[in-house]
């Protein structure tokens, strides 16, 4: 299948797209709209990774790491799945001039030096602003991030943080996927004021 081919199956949700990477080469860069499901023998081992995906598209793509190619494939079609390309790494794909995307985290202390650089996007839950708020954040609950992509301006920088650092991750990688430079402040919730 061409690379071009595969993307537009890909944007129409004719399949679906698992990223079996080690978890910090996807988040360096993927490619947008993936799933991250780094492969391990322990992890994906038995029928674990088809109850992982039980949800998932059956017709599927996958990026994997040199040399973990064959085993992922083997692995997603002894559960079910069918394996219509194995991609090695993203670098074919950009040389395609396809779309990646990727996202850091990042220390509080860096957003805090240089805070006219960045608008910081508070996602958590409206309960857990009782904890202390970020003044000048935007306050989007992480479930209403999708309804306000379009509120938000593609030229300036975010800063997306969380009372622990797994939803911000989660969401910074949303925001990138969708054009948008964000990163993810590690560790969750802190105090500008």
Known sequence: MELKEAWEKLQSGEVGLIDARETEQFLNEHIPGSLCAPYSPYSWGGRSISRYLRDYPKNVLVVAGKGLGEKVRKELEENGFQVLAVIEGVEE????????????????????????????????????????????????????????????????????????????????????????????IAGGAWSAG
């Not at 957003?111 to 839950?125: A, K, Q, S, T, Y």
């Not at 602003?129 to 991030?145: C, E």
């Not at 309804?147 to 650092?165: E, F, I, S, T």
């Open 93 to 184: 794909w950009k040389r395609s001039g396809l779309p990646v995307s990727g996202v850091q985290e990042v220390e509080p202390e860096r957003i805090m030096e240089n805070l006219d650089e960045w608008e910081v996007i508070d996602v958590r839950e409206p309960y857990e602003w009782n904890y202390g708020v970020i003044p000048k954040a935007l306050r989007i609950p992480m479930n209403d991030l999708p309804d306000a992509l379009g509120r938000l301006d593609r030229n300036k920088k975010y800063a997306v943080v969380c009372q622990h650092g797994n939803r911000s991750l989660s969401a910074a990688l949303f925001l990138a996927d969708n054009g948008i430079r964000a990163v993810s």
